[in-house]
């Protein structure tokens, strides 16, 4: 077993308490005004914003530090309409007798339904794929651990990034969502997760009136 390299840590940046606060403060506000569309416009993205968002969702902790994820950006038009005819297959069969009514009933507020014309109109389509194992030194077989945990956190850390770089998204996963790796042409190891999709709002477009959950609904704090 390799012995642990440690090196001194320099970046952590420390506030004053006020200033920690009203930067606490300012970032909740900003993520509050994130919200998931369904309409979006078909005005292009600049590539090297969307590389900085995945640098961004790679920084996520993982356990051990394996970072099993991969992402695949997509912003080729054929490739964007072949995964919106596969993924509202999907989706047909999802609606149509897959999912249970109760399912369906949660579903209902949003106005979702199978069709996904974002797919194919939104500047890019990020898939997120998590990696089950990978190679040791050796080249041997290794299961990597927490996988759909460190994932998970990736793709928080992916919206939020998108978000504070100006622009909307809205996630969606299929089910089966197995033709992705196919189309995406990803190996035997990774699942996908989701699509991510990422562009600029369509203009004039709405949302579904819900509220979020108030700090006391989601939390509890012990204090000593």
Known sequence: MPEAKFVPWTGHVEYPPDEMLRRAREFNAELQRRRTIRAFSARPVAREVIEQCVLAAGSAPSGAHIQPWFFVAVTDPAVKADIRARAEAAEREFYGGVAPREWLEALAPLGTDENK??????????????QLWGAGPDGAKRKHYYVQESVGIACGMLITALHHAGLATLTHTPSPMGFLAERLGRPDNERAVMLVVAGYPAEGVKVPDIRRKALGEIARFVEG
């Open 117 to 130: 014309p974002y797919l194919d109109t939104a500047p890019w389509l990020i898939a997120v794929f998590a």
